[in-house]
């Protein structure tokens, strides 16, 4: 099977960095994806690692260790607009995690 | 193309009622994928075309639930004798094969009353 863990929340204030870390279990690897959905919203790619290390997307990043079976996603000069909902997922047919709401404060 | 389209985007049922929701993907994308998603919840894979053919079910899809893909293009996605535990966000994605590639649509908020 596969399961994933994420923290459910995080806060931060605007223009800070903030690391939402991601453990997962899958019997099979085929790269761990991120998704960002607003409330109400769909959810949103933002980032896939297949290998190991950083991965750079504008303000966001995101890191696989496959030894370690853990990634986290990463992103720089936070804005208000982050908040959101961010999951990570695993497998071919993607298994999400429980997702972790970022609260982006003024 | 405007991306993934389903329809409706909410829908209130009676329970014991049957309904039917549709998701037209993006026209090359030849992977399209049902989720079920609940407040607060990741979304949870229900099913799994590829092109008309229905590839995977996840064992957590009762007999009341089927999907299908007639044509390999639009997809539609059945509930028979709704319950109140089916009332959820259900989400239709698509795909080209690649997961940079995997788009969903805005779902169709399910309430069973």
């Known amino acids: 099977g596969q399961s994933l863990e994420q923290p459910s929340e995080v806060t931060a204030v605007e223009g800070a960095i903030v690391q939402i870390n991601c453990t997962y279990q899958?019997?099979?690897?085929?790269?761990l994806s991120w998704y960002q959905q607003h409330d109400g919203g769909a959810p949103t790619f933002l980032s896939y690692?297949?290998?190991?290390g950083l991965e750079e997307t504008g303000r966001f990043s995101s890191f696989l260790s496959r030894s370690d079976s853990y990634g986290y996603l990463l992103l720089q000069e936070l804005q208000m607009k982050d908040s959101a909902s961010y999951f990570c997922?695993?497998?071919?047919?993607?298994?999400f995690g429980p997702g972790t709401r970022l609260s982006v404060l003024p | 193309d405007t991306g993934v389209s389903q329809d409706p985007r909410h829908k209130i049922t009676k329970r014991g009622q049957n309904v039917t929701f549709r998701c037209d993907p993006i026209?090359?994308?030849?992977?399209l994928y049902w989720y079920r998603q609940t407040l607060g919840q990741g979304p949870e894979f229900l099913t799994y075309?590829?092109?008309?053919?229905?590839?995977?079910k996840s064992r957590l899809l009762s007999d009341r639930f089927s999907a299908e893909r007639p044509k390999g293009s639009f997809s539609t996605l059945e509930i028979q004798r709704t319950e109140q535990g089916d009332s959820a966000m259900y989400l239709c994605?698509?795909?080209?094969?690649?997961?940079?590639?995997?788009?969903f649509g805005s779902g169709t908020r399910l309430t069973v009353v």
């Open positions: 026209s090359e994308h030849n992977r």
């Open positions: 997922a695993v497998g071919q047919n993607f298994v």
């Open positions: 075309f590829q092109n008309e053919a229905q590839l995977e």
């Open positions: 690692n297949a290998l190991d």
């Open positions: 994605a698509s795909s080209s094969g690649t997961p940079r590639g995997y788009t």
């Open positions: 899958t019997s099979g690897f085929y790269g």
